[in-house]
């Protein structure tokens, strides 16, 4: 069974602590749900597992069953079976989808053995299908002029097709409207099995109704604060935050510098903008 196993995680970038103590285990068949306002580190921590170069690790560890994911390159890790579903993936010109996920799919391979183009296009054509995705995807530009929407799909359609042993899903629900949102819940829901970790990164609760959480925690100040069942879920829907954070005696949950002079900015929640109308 797989497992992800993140001890003491404290991550900077440009001299400013983002991660302050993060302790988290995923094992293989659970899914976990990690919410919180804009600012607290939520994708920071999808990022550092990823090994993304802009932070610096400065304590702990990630393991990925049993083996020092910090000692790995990102391709490294991706074959090692991490993936990460982006909050903003990038558009590259002139790759192919099709040629794109081949080409992931083959590097995870051993040495010599490549993908079988006939059983390819097969399950590829098949998750397309699933995904409600256009027909003539397998022919454009990775991501060039896809929609948000589309985007996100395209996400879950290359998850679908290299079957990862963690999966961390960075806000999958941005950009998507309802109908979309059900079908991206939907497959995901589908792919679940007792190999498969899922880590999902999100503000709302509106993604959890279609992929149901086994624990949920809160994240405020580059810390865990708060875990628990889809109850804490409900009650953020509710109330807010504001009860956590006078639980746990913070006033601004945000990641601020020591200076306390600018805020570390994390990202855009395209989520919320799309919601608060």
């Given at each position: 069974?797989s497992k992800?196993e993140?001890?003491?995680?404290?991550a900077?970038?440009?001299g400013?602590e983002i991660?302050?103590g993060?302790t988290?285990t995923?094992?293989?068949?659970e899914?976990?749900?990690?919410?919180?306002?804009?600012g607290?580190?939520?994708?920071?921590?999808a990022?550092v597992?990823?090994?993304?170069?802009?932070?610096?690790?400065?304590?702990?560890?990630i393991?990925?069953?049993?083996?020092?994911?910090?000692?790995m390159?990102?391709?490294?890790r991706a074959?090692?079976g991490?993936f990460l579903?982006?909050?903003?993936?990038?558009e590259v010109?002139g790759?192919?989808?099709s040629?794109f996920?081949k080409?992931?799919m083959?590097?995870?391979?051993e040495e010599?053995?490549k993908v079988?183009l006939?059983?390819f296009?097969?399950?590829?054509?098949?998750?397309v299908?699933?995904l409600?995705?256009?027909e003539?995807?397998?022919?454009?530009?990775?991501?060039e002029?896809?929609?948000?929407?589309e985007?996100?799909?395209?996400?879950?359609?290359?998850?679908?097709?290299l079957?990862?042993?963690?999966?961390?899903l960075d806000?999958?629900d941005s950009?998507?409207d309802?109908?979309?949102?059900k079908?991206?819940?939907?497959n995901v829901?589908s792919?679940?099995?007792?190999?498969?970790g899922?880590l999902l990164?999100t503000?709302?609760?509106r993604?959890?109704?279609?992929?149901?959480?086994?624990?949920?925690?809160?994240?405020?100040?580059g810390?865990?604060?708060?875990?628990?069942?889809?109850?804490?879920i409900?009650?953020?829907?509710?109330?807010?935050?504001d009860?956590?954070?006078?639980?746990?005696g913070?006033?601004?949950?945000?990641?601020?510098?020591?200076?306390?002079?600018?805020?570390?900015?994390?990202?855009?929640?395209a989520t919320?903008e799309a919601?608060d109308?």
């Amino acid at each position: 069974m797989s497992k992800l196993e993140i001890k003491d995680l404290h991550a900077e970038v440009e001299g400013n602590e983002i991660l302050r103590g993060v302790t988290l285990t995923i094992n293989g068949g659970e899914t976990h749900a990690i919410m919180g306002p804009n600012g607290t580190g939520k994708s920071t921590l999808a990022s550092v597992v990823m090994g993304h170069p802009k932070y610096k690790v400065t304590q702990g560890e990630i393991l990925l069953d049993g083996n020092n994911v910090l000692e790995m390159d990102v391709d490294e890790r991706a074959r090692a079976g991490l993936f990460l579903g982006m909050q903003a993936p990038a558009e590259v010109p002139g790759v192919t989808n099709s040629d794109f996920i081949k080409t992931a799919m083959n590097a995870r391979l051993e040495e010599g053995k490549k993908v079988k183009l006939f059983a390819f296009i097969k399950q590829y054509d098949k998750a397309v299908q699933e995904l409600k995705m256009s027909e003539d995807l397998p022919h454009r530009y990775l991501n060039e002029g896809f929609s948000g929407g589309e985007k996100k799909r395209n996400e879950i359609l290359q998850m679908k097709m290299l079957n990862p042993k963690i999966a961390i899903l960075d806000e999958i629900d941005s950009g998507l409207d309802v109908d979309a949102l059900k079908i991206v819940g939907e497959n995901v829901t589908s792919m679940k099995h007792d190999q498969l970790g899922l880590l999902l990164i999100t503000h709302y609760q509106r993604l959890l109704d279609y992929i149901k959480a086994d624990k949920v925690h809160v994240m405020m100040k580059g810390q865990l604060v708060k875990s628990g069942g889809m109850d804490i879920i409900e009650r953020i829907d509710q109330e807010g935050y504001d009860w956590i954070k006078q639980e746990v005696g913070i006033d601004d949950e945000r990641v601020i510098p020591k200076d306390d002079k600018e805020l570390v900015t994390i990202g855009t929640c395209a989520t919320k903008e799309a919601l608060d109308l």
